[in-house]
C-alpha cells in the first residue's frame, strides 16, 4: 500500500465520522441541553488526547509548554475559542434548527475564513473569490429562508445567527493557527485542558441535569470523533499524504453524506432549497479555492 493510498484511507474514515457529526448531535440534545453536551464531548476528548499523547511518548512535550508561559497563554485563549465558544454556539444552534439547515450554514466557516485573511492580512480577493462569496452566499440564503425544512414551518432566526455566528468563531480559531507550527497533539490537548477547566468552572453557576444513557453515549461518540480521534487521524494523514490536494477534496463528501444520515436516522424530509443550499455552499467553497488548487497541481507536478 503506497503513502497516498494509506492517507486516503485515513482520510476517509475521517470524512466519514464527520459526516456522522450532526445526526450525533441531534441524537445528544433530545436528551440534555447544549452545556451539558459539551462538557461530556471535551471530557471525552481530553481524555482521548491524553491517551494518544502517552502513546506517542509526548508528555516532555506538554511539560515544556507548562514551562513557556507565552504558549500557555496561547493555547489557553485558543481553548477559549474552541471548544468552549464554538461548540456552544453551535450545539445552541443545533438545539434551534433542524440538522439539515444547521449544518451546512456552520459549513460556510471556509468562505467566512476566506473574507476574514482578507480583511485581517489586507489580501486583495481575486475575482474568483469573490465570485465564490457571492455564490456561497446564496446558499446560505436559501438556507436561512428554508421554512419548509421545520416541522414547524417556520425557522428559528437565532438559530440561524447562531450556526453563522459558529462559523465566525471557527474561522477565527484557524486564523490564530496560521503561521504557528505547533505539535497538533500537543495544541489539541492544552486547547481541550483549557475549555474543559472553563467549563467546570462555568458549571459551578448554570443548572446541570442528568442526561438519559442514550444522550450521554451520544455526547461520547461526539468527543471521541468529531473533536478528537479524527482530529489526530486527519493530522496524520496530512503528514502522510504525497498529493494533499487530493486527500483535502475528499472533504467535499462530509456534508453530501451528512446530509443522507440526517434523512435516513433522524427522518428529516429533505427538501430541494436544503439541497440547493448546500450546493450553492460547497460549490463557492470550492470556486474560492481555484487558485489555490492550481497552485498545489504546479507543486505535486
Known amino acids: 500500500m503506497t503513502l497516498q493510498t494509506k492517507a486516503m484511507v485515513m482520510g476517509s474514515f475521517v470524512v466519514f465520522f464527520w459526516a456522522t457529526a450532526a445526526t450525533a448531535f441531534k441524537?445528544?440534545?433530545?436528551?440534555?441541553?447544549?452545556?451539558?453536551?459539551?462538557m461530556i464531548a471535551s471530557f471525552t476528548t481530553l481524555l482521548i488526547s491524553a491517551v494518544e499523547i502517552s502513546w506517542s511518548g509526548k508528555w516532555s512535550n506538554i511539560l515544556k509548554v507548562f514551562k513557556d508561559q507565552p504558549r500557555l497563554v496561547k493555547f489557553s485563549l485558543q481553548g477559549l475559542l474552541n471548544p468552549l465558544l464554538y461548540y456552544l454556539v453551535l450545539f445552541k444552534a443545533y438545539s434551534l434548527l433542524p440538522a439539515q439547515i444547521a449544518q451546512p450554514l456552520n459549513y460556510s466557516w471556509q468562505i467566512v475564513l476566506v473574507l476574514m485573511i482578507s480583511l485581517l492580512f489586507k489580501h486583495k480577493l481575486p475575482i474568483?473569490?469573490?465570485?465564490?462569496?457571492?455564490?456561497?452566499?446564496?446558499?446560505?440564503l436559501a438556507l436561512s429562508f428554508n421554512s419548509g425544512a421545520s416541522a414547524t414551518g417556520e425557522l428559528s432566526v437565532p438559530g440561524i445567527l447562531l450556526a453563522l455566528g459558529s462559523a465566525f468563531i471557527w474561522a477565527t480559531f484557524w486564523i490564530s493557527k496560521i503561521n504557528v507550527n505547533d505539535d497538533p497533539s500537543v495544541s489539541l490537548f492544552f486547547n481541550f485542558l483549557a475549555g474543559s477547566i472553563y467549563l467546570?468552572?462555568?458549571?459551578?453557576?448554570?443548572?446541570?441535569?442528568?442526561?438519559?444513557?442514550?444522550s450521554v453515549l451520544a455526547g461520547v461518540y461526539v468527543g471521541f470523533f468529531e473533536m478528537g480521534i479524527t482530529f489526530i487521524l486527519w493530522g496524520k494523514a496530512l503528514n502522510t499524504a504525497t498529493n494533499k490536494l487530493m486527500l483535502t477534496q475528499l472533504t467535499y463528501l462530509a456534508p453530501v453524506i451528512s446530509l443522507l444520515l440526517i434523512a435516513l436516522v433522524l427522518k428529516e424530509k429533505i427538501g430541494a432549497l436544503t439541497i440547493f443550499?448546500?450546493?450553492?455552499?460547497?460549490?463557492?467553497?470550492?470556486?474560492?479555492n481555484i487558485n489555490r488548487r492550481v497552485a498545489s497541481k504546479n507543486l505535486v507536478g
Open 200 to 214: 467546570l468552572i462555568i458549571s459551578f453557576f448554570v443548572e446541570i441535569s442528568l442526561p438519559p444513557f442514550k
Open 27 to 38: 441524537i445528544a440534545l433530545s436528551g440534555m441541553g447544549y452545556f451539558e453536551l459539551l
Open 128 to 140: 474568483t473569490k469573490i465570485l465564490g462569496v457571492f455564490v456561497s452566499f446564496a446558499g446560505i
Open 277 to 288: 443550499g448546500l450546493i450553492a455552499i460547497l460549490s463557492g467553497i470550492a470556486i474560492a
